[in-house]
């Protein structure tokens, strides 16, 4: 099946809240072709991607390796509508991508993409269960549910009982697990990590790369996990490298 239409795939989207039930369909969740990607600096122009193609089909779990300033970490905005291609198409989640605009890609982030990066970047000044709650309550969800539903995710990465620390009182695999949970709670289909495990030491990093392959396959989703840990990417359904512009299957 093609990609629906952006009018078609809002119709799907707004299906398949009614019904809180998750549309499974063989097709790609994401296709990405020809995509090309020129940042304009003050130095000249910087070309990253030149007809770049990504296809992942529902339920994969991809790992993307590169050496450092390859464009991974852009990649995976333009995946997430964070910025804009330069050319070619961006399907990702039954939306065309490239053609939203500001309002519409922050709402199609909140409901459809999971974030995380390296650095957690919970807000110091609130709990671990209030800032799991923050894509609900900006989604304007009353704030006893949101925490409820906020609770139920520390639950699920195993740090019920740290619901009420901040940030700073948390260590970095319970960061990330807490960071895992915000990605988590507006039920997204496809999560993006970039590094998640990249400032954490080899157990740690292990463990939570284990609760994200957990929540990847109990909660039906489709994961891009950018990492420089070749075991951990060799668990995955498919390790991509990206090299000269392009994605390439690596051995
Ligand atoms: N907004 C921007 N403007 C100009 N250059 C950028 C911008 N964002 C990233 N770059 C450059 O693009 C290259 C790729 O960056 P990035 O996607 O972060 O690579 P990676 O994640 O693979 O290390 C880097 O050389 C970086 O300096
Ligand atoms: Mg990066």
Known sequence: MAFSTPAAAGQAIRFTRQTDVRVQTAS???QVRNLEKTYRTSRGA???????????DSGELIAIVGQSGTGKSTLLHILGAL???????VHCASTNVAALNAREAAAFRNREIGYVWQFHYLLPEFSAVE??????LARGIDRRQALDAASN?????????RSEHRPGELSGGEQQRVALARALVGNPRLL??????GDLDETTARRVFELLERLHL???LTSILVTHNLDLAARCTRTLRLESGRLHAAA
């Open 153 to 161: 995710w520390l639950r699920e990465v195993d740090l019920e009982d």
């Open 28 to 30: 790609p969740l994401v």
């Open 83 to 89: 910025d804009a291609p330069t050319a070619g198409t």
């Open 46 to 56: 910087l070309t990253l991607f030149k007809g770049l193609e990504l296809t992942v």
């Open 131 to 136: 800032n799991v709650a923050m894509p609900l």
């Open 192 to 197: 993006l990590a970039d590094e998640p495990t």
């Open 218 to 220: 109990t909660h039906g």
